[in-house]
């Protein structure tokens, strides 16, 4: 007899509700004062109204419920615009497409930015950034780019 994977759909979408609601709880709590210091699984689900095993399934720890929030975060903020604006022909175009993303980004996210960088979170958002648009180019890549064919220098050290 052959095991079939049971998937429902109402399940499905009641456990991406759920995720949801846990991200915009844990938004909520690092909101306020020392926030990280006080998130955890347990004060995620005292605001959820859900138990800290429910919290725990949906993320597995603190870490994958701060990932959650930051790729939420991020999503809501528009970071996934860098892509574009970084591969911008007009150099200097690009540049202030740069700026504007990231100024919309740290305002949309003021009051966690702060959060996160008071507590030394600078590494964290540059692994944010990293993980959705990547902070350096390949040697193929660099090769082609400003930095050889107008500095006549390569932006990374070998």
Known sequence: MSSRRYTSPTRTAAAAR???KLVRSAVGLLKSPDSLKKLSLESVAR????SRLTVYNQFGSRKGLLEAVFDDRARL?????LADAMAHP???QGLARLIEIFCHFWDFNRQIVTAVLG?????IL???VNGLV???VDQEDESVGLDLSQHGERAYNE
Request: no cysteine; charged share 20%; glycine share 24%.
């Open 18 to 20: 759920t995720r949801q």
């Open 134 to 136: 990547g902070l350096r």
């Open 47 to 50: 605001e959820a109204g859900v």
């Open 90 to 92: 007009d150099p200097y």
């Open 119 to 123: 507590a030394g979170g600078t590494f």
């Open 126 to 128: 540059f692994k944010l």
């Open 77 to 81: 903020g528009g970071i996934q615009q």
